[in-house]
C-alpha cells in the first residue's frame, strides 16, 4: 500500500508535541494515550491511525495532490517502535522510575522531531536496515 508522503511527517509533528507535553508534565495518561495512537498505527497502518484520519480528512484536501508516495511498511514499522517506547515510559511514569519515563519519552520525541523537522524517519531506516540484512 503507498501512502502520501506528508501524512507520516504531519503525524510526527504532533507526535512532537505530544511527547514534549509528556516531558514537561510527567504525565504518564497522556503518554500511555500516545502509545495507543502508536499500536493503532503499528496494527492498522498509519493511514488508519487518529494522526492520519485527521491528516487524510482535515489537512490533505487543503493541500492538493501528493508530491509523491511511498511504502506504508516502514513508517508503520517506525509506529512499533515508537509504540515500545511509549510503552516502557508509561510504565516508568506511572509504576516507576520516573527517570525511566522521561528517558524513553526522550528517545521517542528525539525520533518524532527528525521525522517532523526533518524528514528523517529513523524507524524507517531501522525497517529498511533490517529488511536488507534478512534478505541479503
Known sequence: MEIDIRG???????TTVVLAVVLVTGSGRLLA??????????????ARSPY????????????????????AAPPRFAQAVGL???????????????WLGMAATACA???AFLNAAFAYCLGCEMYLLLRRATTA
Not at 494515550?33 to 498509519?46: E, I, S
Open 8 to 14: 507520516p511527517r504531519f503525524g510526527a509533528a504532533v
Open 33 to 46: 494515550a500516545q502509545a495507543v495512537v502508536f499500536a493503532v498505527g503499528a496494527a492498522a497502518g498509519v
Open 52 to 71: 492520519g484520519w485527521v491528516f487524510r480528512t482535515l489537512v490533505r484536501p487543503r493541500l492538493g495532490p501528493p508530491p509523491g508516495t511511498e511504502d
Open 84 to 98: 515500545f517506547f511509549a510503552a516502557l515510559g508509561t510504565v516508568g511514569y506511572l509504576v516507576g522510575p520516573q
Open 109 to 111: 520525541l528525539a525520533a
